[in-house]
């Protein structure tokens, strides 16, 4: 596996992300679990733009999954100057800029959507990140993973915090002294550490931590990713703060971040991770109400 990555990292990014949308393509004819799960996600979202075919969306959107999976290989293991300055456009970076002026710790929220690794890259090289991790379930490719992040890390450590109570601790004190953090709000978190909310029509099982950090610590919150050029040209780095602090009650924070995110993926739907099992009930979670109730906007009717 390190290797093929090491190979994947050597090509160049055009080279890369042919050979990504290749082998995405790929598993999407050879694996009914993912296409079914990517159709299904697709037409209940109302994401796909009128008139387009949504099996040909799909197809298309698992080539942009394939192109994500081989550009981190870019991400792991090329210097992380090199992976910053694939972000060739900055699309709202003055609200960053106007918020570290003042002194404001910044909650990126990034979901799977577009390049989020080089996203991650980006906000590393720029800013006072610490990022939280869970290790993955497969342990070589866990090694793997640590091996690449690891790479251009504050040589204490002090860039990454465990995904545990101690680790929130930890976050919730950088963030109190001004730092930084990214948070991945589309992962189904384990049991009481989330509640069911809409997302895309559906109650998906949504993590409360962004609300409760925000809350904790005073911090601004910004919607980002890094939206894949076409040929390998590179990433334009998209960011749109949220300008009112989440609502107090959990539920509401939660579908408001869900909003945003909601927001975000239709600038670029055909780069979101439909394949994901977004909607899944946890081990030990309480069932997904019968009904949601109505969630409303805000009085603007924007997620930020």
Known sequence: M????????????????????????????????FRLRTLENLRAAGVVPEGEDVPRFARENAAEIGRGAAELAWALYRPVEAV?????????????????????????????????DVAGRYLWSRLPILAMYRPHKLGWL??????????????????????????????????RKGGCTVILPDQVPGEGEGEWVEFFGRPAYTMTLTGRLQEAS???????????????????????????????????????????????????????????????????????PGALGAFTRGETGRPW
């Open 2 to 33: 390190r290797l093929l990555l090491r190979f994947l990292a050597w090509l160049d990014l055009p080279a890369n992300h042919r050979l990504g949308a290749f082998a995405g393509r790929l598993v999407f004819r050879l694996s009914p679990r």
């Open 218 to 288: 005073g911090a601004a919150l910004v919607y980002c990713f890094a939206e894949r050029l076409p040929q390998g040209r590179g990433f334009r780095l998209r960011l749109r703060e949220r300008e009112a602090p989440l609502p107090a009650d959990r539920a509401a924070a939660a579908r408001a971040v869900n909003e945003g995110v909601e927001a975000l993926v239709r600038l670029a739907p055909v780069q979101y991770l439909w394949g994901y099992n977004r909607y899944k009930r946890p081990a030990g979670a309480p069932p997904a």
């Open 142 to 175: 866990d090694a793997v993973i640590r091996e690449g992040r690891n790479r251009g890390a504050a040589p204490d450590g002090t860039n990454v915090a465990p995904a545990t109570l101690a680790g929130v601790r930890l976050l919730l004190r950088h963030l």
């Open 84 to 116: 910053a300055a694939l972000v060739v456009e900055l699309d709202g970076w003055d609200a960053v800029e106007r918020l570290r002026a003042a002194g404001r710790p910044i909650l990126f929220v990034t979901p799977h959507l577009g390049g989020y």
